[in-house]
């Protein structure tokens, strides 16, 4: 019997997909959110936004992961700007912080993605 190239196509694809489906159920994602965000007064030109992280990572069979925290940044005498930090997330409470300088002013964050981790089993 002969099998066109559609055919040997379409197999492979169904087993890629069926593949790719079964490595994606054994990922999970941890439970992050941002409390207690600040930002200083100025001191020696800079600022320091601060906040603390609170990671429930009992999803995962891991204990930290990467994520990213999207900021929107002020400044008098330049146009806003949009930008993305990479943070390492550990499970249960760790603090973040960022330098800015003493003109800058953050208007918003936001956690924008979260780097899967292994389920726990």
């Not at 992050?32 to 800079?46: D, K, Q």
């Not at 891991?62 to 390492?88: C, H, N």
Request: overall charge negative; hydrophobic content about 45%.
């Amino acid at each position: 019997m002969y099998l066109s190239h559609r055919s040997i196509l379409l197999a492979v694809g169904l087993v890629l997909l069926g593949v790719m489906q079964a490595v994606a159920g054994n990922l999970c994602k941890p439970i992050l959110s941002l409390r207690g965000v600040r930002i200083s007064e100025a001191h020696e030109m800079h600022r320091t936004w601060t906040g603390v992280l609170v990671a429930d990572a009992s999803p995962c069979s891991t204990t930290s992961g990467q994520f990213d925290v999207e900021f929107t940044r002020l400044k008098e005498v330049a146009p806003d700007l949009q930008f993305m930090e990479r943070f390492t997330w550990v499970s249960g409470r760790s603090e973040l912080s960022l330098d800015f300088w003493w003109d800058e002013w953050l208007e918003d964050h936001r956690i924008i993605s979260i780097a899967p981790c292994p389920c726990r089993e």
